[in-house]
């Protein structure tokens, strides 16, 4: 399994309902590519900035979602909403347990 921790920026004031709107809608267009499993979108407890989680069943097919015209779009229309850029930081699970 490949997986994708991504750190957003600080949101702009006022934007964040408008984020968390395309983050929804995002999930459902990034849903319908070949190995997609989930994306989560993660509130910090105690301030800071929203994380998401992104796991694909390989990395070429996330690499397959992440070049698409759909992403190319989505990556448009969440920009302005931000103060900076996003963060990822990839990984290949080794070890784990789902219930």
Same mark, same amino acid.
């Given at each position: 399994? #490949?997986? $994708?921790?991504? *750190? #957003?920026?600080?949101?702009? $004031?006022? %934007?964040?309902? /408008? @984020?968390? !709107? ?5 999930? !459902?267009?990034?849903? /319908? #590519? %070949?190995? #997609?499993? *989930?994306?989560?979108? &993660?509130?910090?407890?105690?301030? +800071? ?9 390989? !990395?070429? /097919?996330?690499? =397959?979602?992440? *070049? *698409?015209?759909?992403? =190319? &779009?989505?990556?448009?229309?969440? $920009?302005?909403? @931000? =103060? +900076?850029?996003?963060?990822?930081? @990839?990984?290949?699970?080794?070890? +784990?347990?789902?219930?």
């Amino acid at each position: 399994m #490949f997986v $994708v921790v991504i *750190s #957003f920026p600080p949101i702009k $004031v006022g %934007k964040e309902a /408008e @984020f968390l !709107q395309w983050f929804a809608s995002s999930n !459902q267009a990034f849903s /319908e #590519f %070949k190995g #997609f499993l *989930s994306r989560r979108l &993660l509130k910090p407890l105690a301030g +800071g900035n929203y994380a998401a989680i992104v796991e694909f069943e390989t !990395q070429s /097919e996330f690499r =397959d979602m992440h *070049s *698409s015209p759909v992403h =190319d &779009l989505a990556g448009t229309q969440v $920009v302005p909403l @931000f =103060d +900076g850029n996003p963060t990822p930081t @990839f990984y290949e699970v080794i070890s +784990g347990q789902y219930k």
